[in-house]
Each structure stands twice: as structure tokens, then as C-alpha cells.
């Protein structure tokens, strides 16, 4: 008899759970690195197989109570569709992180801080997304942050990383609050916290819509959207690199499914204005997040805000599907929502491929500063080459995956003009001139990452002396690139696979794309717009080797060497390379004198004064001066005066505790 897929998810997060004490046990022991992390890729490869069967196989959502949690309510799992969906997205990450991390956990200088807590950061993952009522929920969620707070803080003797947990932990606290208060009012009076009794249940329009904004604060924060975004910049680069691309890869996915689960599945039939909603932070990520990228010079930060950007455009196809099934539109709200879905995978393939190269890069060179890097094409050729796999497809360059998904959503925008609010006919198309210039500015942003880290020469002795990384980073890597090109060659068949999920929540789903000849895509019709991978990849490999073929049978076998062109200057310094900061140069000026209050500071050394001249940019992050450092100050101010609450009397803290039951009896009496 087969097993059921929640039975076996269940069993699989239990079986990373054991792990994580294990390496309790046995973390001190050098080979205590590879068997956790072989042990936890064989478990992530099993729940992914059992996600796609369930995914795919169509089998009927199977649900498990447990005798856990609160007495009255118990835990409930269940796995749908929609969870099988990103319960495959989950362990897919998890089990490339795994395969990457046993060759680079052999870097880690603190193995204990990070073994026990892996394993249990992708169980709370997949608990997550298994949880069928609100408690084990936000319980799963809150083992989640912790575990993943727990590992930003691996390295916590660092004063940055010290920062970044403390920052981290402060938003996922309010995140979660924002998520409790959410699901106060889907639970309603009588305290149905299951998931199936909030689905039957219709609350107000003004109840709803409040839910919808507390799910985008609280999942949201989770999942990078400005401006509750600032943490993640600080958090992903803290992290050692295997967690930074869970979290950036998965962690943020598990956020869109939060948000998706509770809007699109438990809220019921929803108000054409929650698309506006949804569309004005993720059109304001979607160009932020790349503007934040180009200004950066560390590589995993740069990962870090781009990762803001493609947070940006799921949303936006998680927007336009609100707004068309509002209206009607059925056949739009599924491809707006397709095309979301088919984002969150290509997103976690991508970012997860070029986060496991910036730690290769960053163990070889033993920085992350990109201007410190520089000609590693010729010392770590595997891995430059899966990076620049990574940044073609990052940078929505066909024939790689992000292509695809991005077109689909550009092809939802264009449907735009059929709603009938003006409110929509007008912020539609502003969005998608947003997002064009987002993926304009993300083809340079990536064009600057990969010239400066790989192309040149070195530019610092470590640089020089790189050597390319272990066989199991490369693996990993060389797995996912291949995987980014399949997504992107054949999207037909993963759009297939993602339809089911797509029904589960919309009821209709995109016409089978399998049977569409040459393996095209055709989101609405023939006649309107088609898109084919296979044909532009072949087309793309047969011009470039006949063009390559060419010049060698034309050209002159006779080996001809001159100086270098070196712009005038005689001293062939790697100084005088073209640098992350001057590459970024006009794009700065343009953009970020506004948006981030960039200034430039030139100190200019008089005729004869033999000290260099030097160029310091100030650039400043407004949301965060603007929002979060007043709100600092106000917290810090209210608690001074709160302060004289530690010295009161029993009898003044009775009465203080009489008064705040009185003020909830009267809440929950005018409530019902």
C-alpha cells in the first residue's frame, strides 16, 4: 500500500528533527559535517519525490489530527495541491543546499552553531507549509524564524552579524504578530482556529481587508517586500552561504505561500481594490530592490537585494490575479497567478545557484567585496561558468527560466486594460513600465556582478591564488544550472506541473501546454503571443558555433601578440580596471541622488601632492530614516516612561491587571 503524502511529509520532518539532535550528539566529530548533511540531502530528496507525486499524481488531500497543541484544537496537517506545490520549491532548495553544504561546511569554523540548527531550519519549512490550522501554523512559523535567527547568528562574535540577528529577530517578532492578529480575525469570536472552518466562514468586506493588509505585513516582512524589507540585506549576507540561500531561495517562498494560503484560499471571493493593495509595495520592490543591488559592492548582498527585486514581481502576478478574479476574468487571474508560481521556482533555482557560487567565490578569495576580486574565470572556471549560467537567468536573458515567467507576467499586464476601474487601468500599465525598468537595470546590475568578480585580472593577492572549489559545491551548482536551463528551454512542461497547484486555489487552470506543437507556450492565443525556448535555445547554439566555427577556418592561423590598449596609462596596475563603483556610476547619478540621497565626495589632492585622490559616495536608505529609526526612538522613549511600571505596588498591579480584563470582556462583547 502507498503511502499517503502527508503521512510520509510528517514522518520526514520527524526524521530532520532526529538529525538535528544527532549533530547534538555528535557534532564535534569531523565526520559529523558530511553524514548530517548527506543524511538531511537523502530525506529533502525523498519529501521532494513525495511533493511531485502528490503535485502531479493528483492524489486526493489527505488531513492528519494530532493530539498536539491546545487541547481543544489539536495540530492539523494537510497536503493539497498548493502545498505540494511548495512543498517540492522547499525541499528542492533544501537538498541542493545539503549537496553544496558537505563539501563547504568543511570551511565552517563553528560547526556546532550551524549543524544542529540546518536540519531543523528546513523542518520548520516544511512544517509550515503542512500546517492546517492556525496554531501549528504560526507555531511552525515561529520554529522557523528562530532556527534560521539561530543560524544568521552562527558567526555571532561578528559586531555586523550581531546587528543583523538582532534586526532580523525584531521584524520576525512583529511579522509574526501582524500573522496572529490576522488569523484573531479569521477565527472570529468562536475561536475556529482550523483552517476549514475559516475557509467555510465569509467575513465583512471591511474584515477582510483588513486581513489582506495584516497577511502582507506579516508574510511580507518574511518575504522581503519594501519597505519591510531591512532586514534581509543584513540577515542573508550573515548567514554562511548554504543558509543564505535557503533563506533568500525558500524561506521567502514560504512567505509567498503564507500570504497565498490565507488571500487567495481562506478569505474568500475578494474586492477588485486588494490588487492595488498588493501592487503598489511589489512594484516599489521590484525597482528598490535592483537600485539597492547596483549601488552594492559585497556579492551576497547584492544577491540579498535582487533577491527584494524578484520578490517584487511575484507579487505583482500575485496582484493582477487578485484583481482579475475580482472582476471576472477568470482566464487572466490564472495566468497572472501562473505566471507568480512559475516565478517563485525559477527565483529559488537562481538565487539559490548564484548564493552557493558567492560562497565558493568568497572561500576562494576570503572576501566578498567585488573589488577585491577579479580575473576568477581562469582559476575557477566550473564555477564561473554556473555563475554566469546564474546571472543570464537572473537577468531574464532567454533561453533561461526567468524569462519565461517574467514574459508570462508582462502578457498578464497587457490584459490589464479590460478591467473595468480606472484605479487599475491606470496603475496596471505603471507597473509593468516599473517592472520593464527593473529587468533593464537587473541585466546590468548582473552584467557588473559577473565582469567585475570574474572577468580582468585579480585584483588582490587572494584573488590571484584562488582555487576552484570542491566537488560537491560544484555539483550542486552545475545541478541547478542545468535545471535553470531546462525550466527555461521547456516552460510548457513545468507550467503543467504547477497547474495543479493553480486549480487548487483558482478553480480553472492555463491550457495544457504539453500538446502545444514545438513545445511552445501560449498563454492566450496563437494569433496574440508565443513564446519557444527549445527554438531560441537551438537558434542560439547554432549561431554561436557557426560564428565560431567561421572565425577559426577564416581567420589567419599566424599567432599575432601586441601591448594591450592601456587607456594611457603605461603601468598595467589592476587599478586602473574598470570597478563595481564606476560601473554604477551614471545609473547612481540618475537614480539614487533622489531615491537614496546618493552624494559624492572627491577629494583632490593639489598639482604636486603625490596622495591619491579619492571618491567616497554617502548613499542612504531613506525607509529605513524615515520609518524605522523615528519608530526606534519612539519605542526607546515610551519605554523610559513605562519604565515606573517595575516599581509599583501589589495592589496598583492588581488594579492594573482588574482594568485590562474589564477593557477585553468589553472588546468581546461589543465584537459579538
Not at 147 to 155: C, D, E, P, R, Y
Not at 199 to 220: C, D, E, S, T
Not at 361 to 372: L, P, Y
Not at 609 to 620: E, G, S, T
Request: proline share 6%; glycine share 8%.
Amino acid at each position: 500500500m502507498t503511502a499517503l503524502p502527508t503521512t510520509v511529509s510528517l514522518l520526514g520532518v520527524a526524521t530532520l528533527l532526529g538529525f538535528s539532535l544527532a549533530a547534538l550528539a555528535i557534532g564535534r566529530l569531523r565526520a559529523a559535517t558530511p553524514l548530517i548533511y548527506i543524511a538531511s540531502f537523502a530525506v529533502s530528496l525523498g519529501l521532494l519525490a513525495n511533493a511531485a507525486r502528490a503535485l502531479i499524481g493528483g492524489a486526493p488531500p489527505e488531513i492528519i489530527s494530532l493530539p498536539l497543541g491546545l487541547p481543544w484544537v489539536g495540530a492539523h496537517f494537510r497536503v493539497d495541491a498548493l502545498a505540494a506545490f511548495f512543498l517540492a520549491v522547499v525541499n528542492l532548495g533544501g537538498a541542493a543546499a545539503s549537496l553544496y553544504a558537505v563539501g563547504y561546511g568543511r570551511h565552517e569554523t563553528s560547526p556546532m552553531r550551524v549543524l544542529p540548527l540546518f536540519p531543523a531550519f528546513l523542518a520548520g519549512m516544511n512544517l509550515v507549509v503542512l500546517a492546517d490550522d492556525a496554531f501549528t501554523f504560526l507555531l511552525a512559523w515561529e520554529f522557523m524564524s528562530l532556527a534560521s535567527w539561530g543560524l544568521v547568528m552562527a558567526h555571532h562574535r561578528l559586531p555586523e552579524n550581531a546587528h543583523a540577528g538582532y534586526i532580523y529577530v525584531l521584524m520576525a517578532s512583529f511579522g509574526t504578530f501582524a500573522l496572529l492578529l490576522a488569523f484573531g480575525l479569521l477565527a472570529g469570536p468562536d475561536g475556529s482556529y482550523a483552517f476549514a472552518a475559516m475557509r467555510a466562514a465569509h467575513p465583512a468586506a471591511f474584515q477582510a481587508g483588513l486581513v489582506l493588509l495584516l497577511v502582507l505585513i506579516g508574510a511580507g516582512s518574511k518575504a522581503g517586500l519594501v519597505p519591510l524589507h531591512v532586514w534581509l540585506p543584513l540577515a542573508h549576507p550573515a548567514a554562511p552561504s548554504h543558509v543564505s540561500a535557503l533563506m533568500s531561495g525558500v524561506m521567502t517562498k514560504v512567505a509567498v505561500y503564507a500570504v497565498i494560503r490565507v488571500v487567495f484560499d481562506l478569505l474568500g471571493p475578494p474586492s477588485w481594490w486588494w490588487g492595488i493593495l498588493v501592487l503598489v509595495p511589489a512594484a516599489a520592490s521590484a525597482v528598490m530592490g535592483v537600485l539597492y543591488a547596483l549601488l552594492e559592492r559585497d556579492l551576497k548582498r547584492v544577491l540579498a537585494y535582487s533577491t527584494i527585486e524578484n520578490i517584487g514581481f511575484i507579487f505583482v502576478g500575485l496582484g493582477l490575479a487578485l484583481a482579475f478574479r475580482a472582476d471576472g476574468f477568470v482566464a487572466a487571474s490564472v495566468l497572472a497567478l501562473t505566471a507568480a508560481l512559475f516565478h517563485v521556482v525559477n527565483h529559488s533555482l537562481l538565487k539559490s545557484l548564484l548564493f552557493f557560487g558567492s560562497g565558493a567565490v568568497a572561500s576562494a578569495t576570503g572576501t566578498r567585496d567585488m573589488e577585491n576580486q577579479g580575473g576568477l574565470i581562469h582559476r575557477m572556471p566550473v564555477t564561473a561558468f554556473a555563475v554566469l549560467a546564474g546571472c543570464f537567468g537572473i537577468a531574464a536573458l532567454p533561453p533561461l527560466n526567468a524569462f519565461a515567467s517574467e514574459w508570462l507576467t508582462f502578457q498578464a499586464i497587457l490584459l490589464s486594460p479590460a478591467l473595468p476601474q480606472w484605479g487599475l487601468k491606470l496603475l496596471v500599465p505603471a507597473v509593468g513600465a516599473l517592472l520593464a525598468l527593473a529587468v533593464a537595470l537587473a541585466a546590468a546590475c548582473f552584467v557588473r556582478v559577473f565582469g567585475v568578480a570574474f572577468l580582468g585580472r585579480a585584483r588582490s593577492e587572494r584573488a590571484a591564488s584562488a582555487r576552484e572549489t570542491d566537488g560537491f559545491s560544484l555539483a550542486a551548482m552545475l545541478g541547478l544550472a542545468a535545471l535553470c536551463l531546462v525550466a527555461g528551454v521547456l516552460p510548457g512542461l513545468l507550467i503543467d506541473a504547477i497547474s495543479p497547484a493553480v486549480h487548487a486555489i483558482a478553480g480553472s487552470q492555463m491550457p495544457t501546454q504539453a500538446h502545444v506543437a514545438w513545445l511552445s507556450i501560449v498563454p492566450i492565443a496563437e494569433s496574440r503571443s508565443s513564446y519557444n525556448g527549445l527554438l531560441v535555445f537551438i537558434f542560439i547554439a547554432l549561431s554561436a558555433g557557426m560564428t565560431a566555427s567561421a572565425i577559426h577556418v577564416l581567420a589567419s592561423r599566424k599567432t599575432r601578440r601586441a601591448p594591450a590598449w592601456d587607456c594611457g596609462f603605461p603601468d598595467a596596475s589592476p587599478v586602473i580596471q574598470y570597478t563595481a563603483g564606476s560601473f554604477a556610476q551614471p545609473i547612481r547619478r540618475v537614480f539614487a541622488t533622489t531615491l537614496f540621497q546618493a552624494r559624492e565626495h572627491v577629494s583632490m589632492p593639489k598639482p604636486g601632492d603625490l596622495r591619491p585622490a579619492r571618491l567616497q559616495v554617502d548613499v542612504q536608505d531613506l525607509v529605513w530614516n524615515w520609518l524605522y529609526a523615528p519608530l526606534a526612538t519612539a519605542v526607546a522613549v515610551v519605554s523610559d516612561r513605562l519604565n515606573v511600571l517595575q516599581f509599583l505596588t501589589i495592589r496598583r498591579y492588581l488594579s492594573l491587571v482588574f482594568l485590562a480584563l474589564v477593557t477585553l470582556l468589553a472588546v468581546l462583547a461589543i465584537w459579538r
